[in-house]
C-alpha cells in the first residue's frame, strides 16, 4: 500500500478498506458499534467501538445514503399490524408496517390502541413514502379503519 491516502483519510491510523469495511458493517446491517468491534477483531484488526463509532460519525451519511439508493424500490402493498408489548411493567401497543417483500416501513409504540394512534402511523408511513399504498392489509382492528377513513388511502 502506498503512503498518498485520499484527503478524507488522511491522518487516520487504519487504511481506507478497513474504515470504509467497519462503516459498510455498521449501516449495511443492523449490528451494534461492539458487534463490528468484535467482527474486525476475529479478522485480527484491533478497533475500540469508540473508534468505530467515531468512523459512523465521520464517514456514515455517504455510506447511508449509497446503501438506501442501492437498496431495491419499496414495494405497494402493506401489511399493518400490532402487539403488545410490556416496558418497565406498563403495557404499549407495537406498531409495526411491512412491504410485501419483507421490508420494515417503519415501528412506532405507543400507549394506546385507538384510531389516533392508527392514524398517527398512517400519518407518519404516508408522509415518508410519499405515495400512498396501493393495498393494505390489517388485521381487521377497527381503529385502521377509523383512521384511514378519515384521511388515509383507500384499499
Known sequence: MSNLREPLYRRHRFPPEIISYAVWLYFGFPLSLRMVEEMLAVRGICVSYETVRRWAIKFGRTFASEIRRRAPARGDKWHLDEVVVSIAGETY??????????????????????????????????????????????????????????DGPSG
Open 93 to 150: 401497543w407495537l406498531r409495526r408496517a411491512v412491504d410485501q417483500h419483507g421490508f420494515v416501513l417503519d415501528v412506532l409504540i405507543l400507549k394506546r390502541r385507538d384510531r389516533r394512534a392508527a392514524q398517527r402511523l398512517l400519518t407518519k408511513l404516508l408522509k415518508r413514502a410519499g405515495v400512498p399504498p396501493r393495498v393494505m392489509i390489517t388485521d381487521k382492528l377497527k381503529s385502521y379503519g377509523a383512521a384511514r377513513a378519515e
